[in-house]
């Protein structure tokens, strides 16, 4: 039986081995981590050349995951993702070819240069853990998750992403510029280590993995810490500038994460503090903005945040009696 104290213990060796070779981003790795352990799937959203290929291959390694790399572009097919059926003449029979997507991390980058209908081919796998083609269905391994990245600053042979799948990634996550002695360090770093490759060694593997995933949905949850993630999902449907708020989708990310937040802090209950920590990067890529929030230059993130101050908080929830 793996305990709360066992998973952070796993959770820092892990994030320590990928933090020796990804600089700056501490807190979105840890909640990217605690995503995956959560069962989730991860969107990174920024700037090129900020490490979010990296940062997502590291994870992998260190989780013990088999790897596969997608490079979106606007000519890339549904079935290069999925697998098809392909003829061979030895056997005069149609065989299915698994596509890149059967892999234990597939790493989507630049998923917005792909086209709507081969961005929909992820959907149902990340959904359902399986894939359907011509009618019939193959499981994915477990565990299987998606990382993507996505570029918000250019617009040509770009598609945005559809709500639909938006809403299929547990957290949008933000990197951002790193400090000027953390960018000294990765010049530095890549010097010392004479290669462009940057090698991250297995921590655990899909099995402890798998058993550590297990254990997070024995941490406790409050039913004041349930009704506080209903209370701010709902503020969002009701929140000024906002034509579309969160699903219940919103509010049961929120419970999900705040457990493994919790497991990887070594506590076997969750903390209003979990919660509100992660109401930005769980709840605003949700949010459908009313044209006057446009014009107005109000984020998604600025609303969830005003939300998040305006909610009452329940009272300090400890562990359970």
Request: hydrophobic fraction near 45%.
């Amino acid at each position: 039986m793996t305990d709360s104290i066992s998973i952070a213990e796993t959770g820092q060796q892990v994030l320590d081995a990928v933090r020796s070779v990804v600089v700056g981003m501490d807190d979105p790795l840890e909640i990217a981590l605690a995503t995956i352990l959560a069962g989730g799937h991860v969107l990174f959203e920024d700037v090129p050349g900020l490490g979010k290929t990296l940062a997502a291959r590291s994870l992998a390694s260190a989780l013990g995951l088999d790897f596969r790399r997608l490079q979106c572009t606007p000519d890339m097919l549904p079935g290069d993702v999925t697998g098809s059926y392909v003829y061979t003449p030895d056997s005069a029979e149609f065989v299915f070819r698994p596509g890149p997507i059967f892999t234990g991390l597939l790493l989507a980058d630049e998923i917005n240069r792909t086209t709507p209908k081969t961005q929909s081919a992820m959907l149902e796998a990340m959904a359902e853990r399986q894939v359907t083609v011509e009618g019939h269905s193959f499981s994915l391994p477990a565990p299987f998750h998606v990382i993507a990245t996505s570029n918000p600053i250019e617009y040509e042979g770009t598609y945005a992403l559809p709500e639909a799948q938006l809403d299929r990634f547990m957290v949008r996550l933000s990197v951002g510029y790193p400090e000027p002695s953390g960018e000294t360090r990765i010049l530095l770093e890549r010097v010392a280590r004479r290669q462009e490759a940057a090698e991250v060694p297995a921590v655990i593997d899909a099995a402890r993995l798998a058993a550590v995933q297990q254990a997070v949905e024995a941490i406790h949850v409050h039913p004041d810490i349930a009704q506080y993630c209903v209370d701010l999902a709902r503020a969002t449907r009701q929140a000024q500038n906002v034509a579309v708020g969160a699903s219940p989708r919103g509010s049961l990310g929120l419970l999900l994460l705040g457990r493994a937040l919790a497991a990887l802090d070594g506590r076997e209950f969750v903390r209003p503090d979990d919660i509100k920590r992660i109401a930005v990067p769980v709840l605003a890529h949700r949010l459908t903005l009313t044209p006057q929030a446009w014009a107005q230059g109000v984020s998604a993130e600025q609303i969830v945040a005003n939300v998040v101050g305006q909610v009452p908080v329940p009272a300090t929830v400890g562990a359970p009696a």
